[in-house]
C-alpha cells in the first residue's frame, strides 16, 4: 500500500495543475482582475452583463486596491429571442434567448490586445397563455444568461492573466 501511494505522490508532482489564484488577493490574478476597466456596453444586456463583471472584478479585489486600470475589456453583445415550437395554427410555444458576447482584452500601457474571445450561453422559454408570466420568463432568462456569460469570461480572462510558470 505504501508502494502505491509513494507512486501515485510522485505522479501528481509530476502534473503541472497548480492554483489558479495562489497568494489570495494579493496573488498577480487576483491583481490583474483587479486592474480590469469594463466600459458601457450597449443595452438591457449590455448593463446586466457589465454589472456582473465589475461585481466579479471588485472581488478579486478584496484588499481595496483602487489603482489606476491596467487593462481595458471592450464587450460587443448579440441578444436574440426566438421562437422554436410553433403549433398549426402558427402560435409560438418555446423560446430560445441566446446571449453571446466578443470581448477584448487591452492592455492599456501598450494598447496590445491580448484576448480576443467569444462567450455565450442559451436558454430555453416556455411560452404560456399569460403574456406578463412570459415577459418576467424572458426578462429571468436574460439576467440569467448575462451571469453565466461573465462567469465564462473572467474565467477566460483569469486564465490569459495567470503568470506562466
Do not use: K
Request: net charge negative; with cysteine; aromatic share 4%.
Amino acid at each position: 500500500m505504501r508502494i502505491l501511494l509513494a507512486l501515485l505522490a510522485l505522479v501528481l508532482s509530476g502534473c503541472s495543475l497548480q492554483p489558479m489564484y495562489a497568494g489570495g488577493g494579493s496573488g498577480a490574478v487576483a491583481q490583474g482582475l483587479a486592474g480590469v476597466e469594463v466600459p458601457a456596453i450597449e443595452g438591457r444586456a449590455g448593463w446586466l452583463v457589465r454589472n456582473a463583471l465589475v461585481d466579479r472584478f471588485a472581488a478579486a479585489n478584496a484588499g481595496g486596491n483602487d489603482s489606476a486600470p491596467l487593462y481595458r475589456l471592450d464587450v460587443r453583445l448579440d441578444d436574440r429571442l426566438e421562437g422554436l415550437g410553433v403549433v398549426g395554427d402558427n402560435r409560438v410555444t418555446r423560446e430560445r434567448r441566446v446571449l453571446r458576447s466578443r470581448y477584448q482584452l487591452v492592455d492599456l500601457s501598450t494598447g496590445a490586445i491580448l484576448l480576443d474571445a467569444t462567450a455565450g450561453s442559451d436558454a430555453g422559454i416556455d411560452v404560456v397563455s399569460s403574456e406578463y408570466a412570459t415577459i418576467a420568463a424572458e426578462q429571468t432568462a436574460l439576467e440569467n444568461l448575462a451571469r453565466e456569460v461573465a462567469d465564462q469570461m473572467v474565467t477566460r480572462i483569469a486564465l490569459t492573466l495567470r503568470p506562466e510558470s
